[in-house]
């Protein structure tokens, strides 16, 4: 049974692994679409946003026979259910990288961002990908120092939103409110993503592990 | 161990029962702090939801313990997942109700919401916490007809949430850029609190009844 449990946790690890990097692909090309106004790009991440979702019902069912057959206690049983907690946190953030693209196409073929916050969501878009794809490689290695950077590239997300909120409610933002409210939005799914990815990493060194970092595994990450 | 499990499964709604009532005061509260710019009550909510953490975090050993111990499989197995599921929701809901008292707390003394917009979101919270009492309500009588007016209760939620939308966007929206920015999200937090619960609600369905309206068990909600 042991061996069996270990076999098919690693096959749900590794498509855990395919699911983060689809999502680190569709917030790349969401926030390319969206800096330089590429409505075929941002069709691409919509029409692939149905794939996310089809990969975690796979991830789910995996878990759920697993659950089912092996029967699994103790720690084996929770890193299963951290699993399916990764499965969800991931097609979350296919959902946000979608609400991207679906904004790029909603102003197409006027730019959603004004000049001045460019640069904000150039940085948010890099860090959340790179939060998605240490992801990955935490997985993908075992390699847990991997995850260790994690907690200061979610920080910059959240610096970076924070700055991006006193640029719009200076005084002298002179977008208008239609602008405001968009960067808004955007400002949150890029945050949100962020915290997402962390959450997700964590659960898959307690995959890896058995423990997880800097939390007790019931806490809300 | 069918008793055993039933008798747990039993007790594991009745927690979900309770955070479903704790999340709707929440909201209640949050929503009445919001509109009166009552700072007393908002600091309450925020206060509180660490309540709603602890809850979610016994739900979630409770559920565990179910796992281990009875092993269920089948569409038991499901239905202790779903109650996972939703106690994440839950946990969920009630930060999104923190956030809204957050914003309340904020701009004190001051308003938050221009006298234009009052209405949506004193509409939007009575119908959000509606939802959150029906979930308690399906839970506690099994009456999942109590369920069937969620998606319409759903709808209505977003309904006033795009109507919301064009006031702000309206050329003529004199409030300013931050009055625009604290609306786009309080708009998000009581849209996404509505979704959440409606996903949970039927969950509960499926904990209940062993069937998911109108979705399979495994489709993201």
Redesign the interface.
Known sequence: MREAYHVELEQLAQHLAGMSAQVADAMEQATKALLDADLALAEKVISNDAKV?DA??EC??QA?AL??LQ?P??TD??TV?AA??AA?SL?RMGDLALHVAKTARRRHPDPVLPEQVRTYFAQMGDVAVKLARQTQEVIQTKDVEAARSLESDDDQVDDLHRHL?TV??DKE?PH???A??DV??LG?FYERYADHAVSVAKRMVFVVTGKMPGYGP???L
Request: aromatic share 10%.
């Open positions: 979702d975690r019902a789910e069912e759920y659950l089912a029967a206690v103790a049983l929770r259910l399916i907690h969800e097609e909120f719009i409610m933002w208008g409110v239609a405001a409210v808004t939005l949150r019931d806490e809300e």
